[in-house]
């Protein structure tokens, strides 16, 4: 099955400065990947996702590239905020018309400090 | 717009006993998914449910189940509970093939 690798499983950055958060997958048919974020208490929400069709796409702050040759896919947000601070989850998929799972990495614990 | 809604938000149970979870969706959404969330194993799938019917299923032994609703809300059962099943349960509801949307989870924990 699917295996998805995330890296590094902490962050520390200083408020202003880019975070970037790597992850690697196994499947070749994989060709959905989105990114979660989960603050304390709460469930993981969706912040951005890219599919297999697509190597690059941006939202305000966030960006996620897509490399389908190496595997990899990696978030960046730039001048982040304290409010950044939470755990990010990469995960990847094969989506059809039959639905999909989600296999996720184990994720990555982002501090911004003021 | 009201979210993905779990209930209970917490429980606890002794081993050898069952529960029941339950998720109502996003209105409109007809696709539920459930996923198990621990601290060694991360999110792992469980099953998603779409039109009352078990579309996928992810690697969980035969004591986890569940169901859907014509309404399409959900419910699942975990059987004789075990320690290690302890984890935070989540519900995810989708449009067709968009993202999913997940409710704040059901804390289980099992002493």
């Known amino acids: 099955g699917e295996n998805v690798e995330q890296h590094p499983s902490t962050l520390s950055v200083q408020e202003g400065d880019s975070a970037v958060i790597k992850c690697t997958y196994s499947?070749?048919?994989?060709?959905?990947f989105p990114w979660y974020k989960q603050e304390l208490g709460k469930g993981p929400q969706l912040i951005i996702d890219?599919?297999?069709?697509?190597g690059e796409k941006k939202d305000q702050r966030i960006a996620v590239t897509l490399n389908k040759t190496a595997k990899h896919f990696s978030l960046h947000i730039t001048e982040t905020q304290p409010e950044d601070s939470a755990v990010y989850f990469c995960?990847?998929?094969?989506?059809?018309?039959?639905?999909?799972?989600?296999?996720f990495g184990k994720g990555t614990s982002l501090l911004v400090t003021p | 717009k009201a979210g993905v809604t779990q209930t209970p938000r917490y429980l606890i149970k002794t081993r050898g006993q069952q529960v029941t979870l339950s998720c109502s969706p996003i209105?409109?959404?007809?696709?539920v998914s459930w996923y198990q969330q621990t601290p060694g194993q991360g999110l792992q799938f469980l099953f998603e449910?779409?039109?009352?019917?078990?579309?996928n299923k992810g690697n969980f032994p035969g004591r986890f189940s569940g169901r859907q609703f014509s309404n399409s809300r959900s419910e699942m059962n975990v059987s004789t509970l075990e320690l290690g099943d302890s984890a935070l349960y989540l519900c995810?509801?989708?449009?067709?093939?968009?993202?999913?949307?997940f409710g704040s989870g059901t804390r289980l924990t099992v002493v």
């Open positions: 995810a509801s989708q449009p067709s093939n968009y993202g999913y949307t």
């Open positions: 499947d070749s048919a994989s060709n959905y």
């Open positions: 995960a990847a998929s094969t989506q059809s018309n039959s639905g999909y799972a989600l296999n």
């Open positions: 449910y779409f039109s009352e019917t078990q579309r």
């Open positions: 209105s409109g959404h007809r696709s």
């Open positions: 890219i599919r297999s069709n697509v």
